[in-house]
């Protein structure tokens, strides 16, 4: 078969192949091979965001208390310290503070003195917080299966490891 017929229906094409196909009008000689990844990357993060925000209104949180819970709710206890806290969150010993005071407030968690160290502090989860964080997470989840439903579950299994490779050269260079 020549590279002139078709196999069948041509794809339909998705805005990102409209604004390449524009970018090879005006600029012919730019390589547009890294937008055909990553600009999709970005508008399915849109969509993601979109989906993680109606689960968290859903669930009556907002997306760092979602953050903060679910810390919590990992923990085979469902306590950490404040530091341990703000490193899965990612956030400042100071922004920890601020929140867990504006979560104890809501009632969805409670601070305690740490039994092995009678200076330091854990962050409990209410019951409350528990039905929050797994409401959303429910809902999340429930959410990422439609926006995953145009791939079968290899295709899935494919882009995670692909996506995994990407990730990991971010998140641990190589060194020298």
């Not at 760092?64 to 530091?83: Q, V």
Request: glycine share 8%.
């Amino acid at each position: 078969m020549s590279p002139q017929e078709s196999t069948g229906p041509e794809p339909e094409q998705d805005e990102v192949d409209r604004i390449i196909s524009g970018w090879a009008q005006a600029l012919p000689e730019l390589d547009t091979q890294p937008m055909a990844v990553l600009s999709r990357l970005t508008r399915l993060a849109r969509y993601l965001d979109a989906a993680r925000r109606r689960a968290f209104v859903q669930a009556g949180i907002e997306g760092w208390e979602f953050d903060m819970l679910a810390a919590l709710r990992r923990s085979p206890d469902g306590a950490l310290s404040p530091g341990a806290l703000g490193a899965q969150t990612m956030v400042t010993s100071g922004t920890v503070t601020a929140r867990v005071d504006k979560l104890v407030s809501r009632g969805l968690v409670r601070r305690e003195r740490n039994p092995d160290d009678g200076r330091g502090v854990r962050v409990h989860l209410e019951a409350d917080g528990i039905t929050r964080v797994d409401d959303a997470i429910t809902a999340l989840v429930a959410a990422e299966a439609t926006l995953l439903a145009p791939l079968d579950e290899a295709e899935q299994q494919t882009l995670a490891q692909q996506l995994r490779l990407l990730l990991l050269a971010f998140e641990h260079p190589p060194t020298g």
